[in-house]
């Protein structure tokens, strides 16, 4: 995706002046917003592809069935495979060639209204769980009986790919032009394309005056009405089903919000639904997806209705942020901490332990647009760079380099400085008793990850560190919180600043498989960890 996408760093603003000619009135670059990426964009049809092809790639006992139809839904309570979903593949012979039709959302395409009635290969899968990502209109949703709720406004936008002939002199940012009742969005694409969203009033060439504007190629058009629609719920009431992404919520495209928030649904439901499948965690963890994901679902949506008032010219809704309205530099920072993947679940939970008025505080941080400092319990944890401890390679702390996706807890150690004695002996303290808890559950639940302070140059091959490693396990990692300084590595505590920890007092912290911050907590403190 990065290789393919598209980089934007800057966002430009510009309105008419009396006369209606065009002027920029700011710009503003995108900060990286506690995440180690910046702002891409790429069609959503390479998106799916490229998780098509990983998929084929890594997973061989997958499948990807293409123009398959559900049909049928049912849960059965008390067997091991309860759901029951009833499949049906639309495939056609033309010239004797056979080609599988497309199913369309809601599957309304004329063409294969035919064909759905006589097409008779169907299939009848039972299953432990069925994640359905069947889109605004899903089908599964209302075989559930779970209701939309939400309205419509009477704004209509148009949205076209094209591939620009123009003298407008920022196509590589993302430009908004704003005037009196109509919004304007310029988003820069892969291979030179530009996308642009405008209200259907005026015609793009009138809003961009004095500048030209007109295209070589359109690869793509629509126009749509905006509306904020969230589900009110999103698992069934077995605990079987559960719904994710558009089925869950819908809103205007312009923050190029729908897909991100859909794939974290998923990705949420699926850690958990996989420690259940394997019997590492209780059957009603997965019970947890709902809360979290709904919260984030009505932010969404919230802040939605606000933003694509202001896009569109019109007056802000009032008091959907306690404020009247809100300027564009609110939204602009906004979407920074929503593209960054920043959000904050509301409360405490069996796999979060928190309290109301941290939560609260990270909350008002981040509808403001600003990314709370430290750790937070129910937000991610923030990216630093940090350095192995054995052999000084530097690792991305949160990346998949040293976190891999793998549906294990994360216990990271944040042991201070190993140089002293105490400190020394504080770490072989918590790793037995980490080793106690370890012995007691599986062991390919936890990871443990010891971050230290000291130098291990000036450590030497210190036996107390390998200690620690042989109590905890050989797989237990170990780094350093340094930097390069003319080539050389010294401790810098950048990480531990990043993180406010204390190096003397040290901190124990729990991490869910999706790097939500589940706890934080003295160093010794193993028992809250287990409980
Ligand atoms: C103009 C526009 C621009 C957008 N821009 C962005 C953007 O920049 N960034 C972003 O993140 N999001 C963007 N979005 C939103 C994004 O497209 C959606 O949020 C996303 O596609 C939702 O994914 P989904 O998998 O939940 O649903 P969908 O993409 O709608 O997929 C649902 C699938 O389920 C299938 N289906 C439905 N019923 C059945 C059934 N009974 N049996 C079998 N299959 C069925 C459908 O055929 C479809 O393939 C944009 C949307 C629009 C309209």
Redesign the pocket.
């Known amino acids: 995706m990065l290789r393919e996408g598209s980089l934007f760093t800057q966002w430009a603003l510009w309105a008419p002046d009396s006369d209606g000619a065009l002027h920029r009135t700011g710009v503003k670059s995108w900060n990286r917003y506690d995440s180690r990426y910046t702002n891409i964009?790429l069609t959503?049809a390479r998106i799916g592809e490229i998780m098509a092809e990983y998929i084929r790639e890594k997973c061989a006992d997958m499948e990807i069935r293409r123009a398959?139809?559900?049909?049928g839904l049912s849960v059965r309570d008390g067997e091991e495979y309860p759901v029951e979903v009833r499949?049906r593949n639309v495939r056609r012979t033309i010239n004797g060639e056979t080609t599988e039709a497309?199913?369309?959302?809601?599957?309304r395409v004329d063409d294969d209204e035919d064909l759905l009635k006589t097409s008779i290969d169907t299939r009848t899968i039972h299953a432990k769980y069925v994640v359905?990502?069947?889109?605004?209109?899903?089908?599964?949703r209302r075989q559930l009986d779970i209701a939309m709720v939400g309205d419509d406004t009477d704004v209509i936008?148009g949205?076209m790919d094209v591939l620009p002939d123009t003298d407008f002199p920022s196509t590589r940012a993302l430009n908004s032009v704003l005037g009196a009742g109509f919004g304007l969005l310029l988003?820069p694409r892969e291979r030179g394309l530009i996308?642009v969203?405008t209200t259907l009033a005026m015609t793009i060439q009138q809003r961009l005056k004095p500048y030209r504007f007109s295209y070589k190629t359109c690869e793509w058009w629509?126009a749509?009405q905006i509306g904020q629609r969230i589900s009110t719920a999103n698992i069934d009431s077995s605990g079987r089903v559960f719904l994710?992404?558009?089925?869950?919520?819908?809103h205007s495209?312009?923050?190029?919000?729908?897909?991100?928030?859909?794939?974290q649904?998923?990705w949420n439901v699926m850690w958990r639904l996989n420690l259940v499948v394997k019997q590492s965690a209780k059957p009603d963890i997965p019970q947890t997806y709902s809360e979290e994901r709904l919260k984030v679902a009505q932010d969404l949506v919230n802040f939605d209705r606000q933003f694509a008032a202001m896009a569109s010219g019109q007056p802000t809704p009032q008091g959907l942020f306690g404020r009247q309205s809100w300027s564009i530099q609110h939204f602009f920072h906004r979407i920074g901490v929503m593209v960054a993947g920043l959000h904050v679940h509301s409360e405490s939970s069996v796999l979060t332990c928190t309290s109301k008025e941290d939560l609260e505080v990270a909350q008002k941080a981040l509808s403001s647009g600003k990314v709370p400092p430290g750790m937070v319990v129910g937000m991610r944890l923030k990216p630093a760079t940090i350095y192995r401890h054995e052999d000084a390679l530097k690792v991305e702390f949160t990346g998949h380099e040293a976190f891999q996706s793998d549906d294990r807890f994360r216990i990271l150690l944040f042991v201070g400085n190993l140089r002293t004695a105490d400190n020394m002996e504080r770490l072989q303290h918590v790793a037995s008793k980490l080793s106690v808890l370890l012995s007691r559950y599986v062991s390919k639940v936890f990871d443990i990850v010891i971050l230290h302070t000291a130098n291990p140059t000036d450590l030497g091959l210190s036996k107390p560190v390998a200690r620690a490693q042989e109590t905890l396990g050989s797989n237990t990692r170990i780094f350093f919180d340094g930097q390069l300084v003319d080539g050389k590595l010294v401790s810098s505590g950048a990480a531990y600043k990043t993180y406010h920890v204390d190096a003397e007092a040290g901190k124990l912290v729990l991490l869910r498989p999706d790097q939500y911050i589940a706890y934080v907590g003295e160093l010794t403190n193993v028992e809250t960890v287990e409980r």
């Open positions: 964009t959503q398959t139809i559900v049909e499949t497309q199913a369309s959302n809601g599957i359905a990502c069947d889109g605004a209109h899903s089908w599964t936008w949205v988003v996308r969203y629509a749509y994710a992404g558009d089925a869950v919520h819908t495209p312009q923050a190029g919000q729908g897909i991100n928030v859909g794939i649904d998923v």
